[in-house]
């Protein structure tokens, strides 16, 4: 009920006063850090931070479509792949040069990568649960929100200048805006055409978020700590079954606009939800203990994918 109604007052807050209703949540579940020791609450938070969370990115799949991702032409979807899998390999040699744990590249990687907090907290579920992952997946969320609104406000503009085309123009702003809300907003700042496209572009990356997962899950099965919440740990998480089955249901037409609308919306308050409980666990002290190494992965990261992504669509400008 702690999360939910946070989550109710963030919604309330984005929708009157402006601003990412995913910030909003986590800022005031911050400030009810103190709940977290009372043990009543905290099996609340928990079920929260976790359950809902997979049960929220699971259903991201009802909004994807194969035929959309088919739309794209090759050479946009192996653009697209290839700033998904070098960003996040990016992370991880900023993660070695800053001398930071490997899971925090993988982590601020994928999340500048694919979707936002979205996939901050998908990616987070299946690395090992320490406190320190948890500490760092919440500034993850706060850095990938914060530079998703900037880059809401400054790529638009950035595009006018260069000149771009309407299709171009959708293809770098739905492959390097980290939220699929800003991603919207962004695009259609520059018109319906390079709406459409960037959010095509953008539905895309969320569908790199199954494999990408899948492999991490994988990779990290056997190590110590991911065994500190669940004994057995499935070789394929149940959330990324359910994401892969709602692709293929939307793909053959299962669903009707209004209930891929309503799991959309479903998706959105569970992750909503989710982030207020992600907020509760974590308190500002623990937080400020990461330094700003963190903060610089987030930046290098978001500026290489907009480089990457910017030197392949002005290629493919050119015809090269």
């Known amino acids: 009920m702690v999360c939910v109604v946070i989550a109710l007052a963030a919604t ?11 910030l909003y949540a986590l800022l005031i579940g911050l400030a009810f850090h103190f709940l977290n020791s009372n043990p009543k609450v ?37 653009v697209i792949v290839a700033a998904v899998v070098l960003t996040i390999g990016f992370g991880l040699l900023l993660a070695k040069w800053l001398k930071r744990p490997r899971e925090q590249g993988v982590l601020s990687g994928g999340a500048v990568a ?8 998908a990616i987070s579920s299946v690395l ?29 503009f950035a595009l006018k200048l ?11 702003l739905g492959g390097t805006i980290h939220d699929v809300a800003q991603v919207v907003a962004a695009g259609m700042m520059l018109g319906p055409e390079v709406g459409d496209t960037a959010t095509v572009v953008k539905l895309f990356r969320v569908m790199l978020l199954m494999p990408i997962v899948l492999l991490i899950a994988i990779s990290y099965r056997k190590h110590p700590d991911a065994k500190a919440v669940d004994e057995e740990v499935p070789l394929v ?14 793909t053959i037409g299962a669903f009707t ?16 939800t989710a982030i207020a409980a992600a907020g509760i666990k974590t308190s500002f002290e623990d937080l400020m203990k990461l ?17 990457l992504v910017l030197g392949a669509v002005m290629a493919l400008r050119l015809g090269l």
């Open 12 to 22: 309330f807050l984005s929708e009157h006063y402006g601003g990412p209703q995913l």
């Open 42 to 78: 905290k099996t609340g938070v928990d079920f929260c931070g976790r359950t809902l969370l997979r049960v929220g990115v699971a259903l991201l799949g009802a909004r994807i479509t194969l035929t959309q991702v088919a739309k794209l032409g090759v050479g946009t979807a192996l």
């Open 114 to 121: 694919i979707c936002g907090a979205s996939a901050a907290l």
């Open 128 to 156: 090992p649960q320490t406190k320190e992952n948890e500490r760092f997946t919440l500034l993850a969320v706060v850095g990938v929100t914060v530079l998703s609104t900037l880059s809401m406000i400054l790529y638009p």
């Open 162 to 172: 260069i000149g771009l085309a309407p299709a171009q123009g959708g293809i770098f």
């Open 237 to 250: 998480p149940g959330f990324l079954l359910a994401f892969i089955v709602l692709v293929l249901l939307a």
């Open 257 to 272: 606009p209004a209930m891929t609308q309503a799991a959309s919306d479903a998706s959105r308050w569970l992750l909503v």
């Open 291 to 307: 330094g700003w190494q963190p903060v610089a992965m987030l930046v290098g990261e978001t500026i290489f994918i907009a480089a």
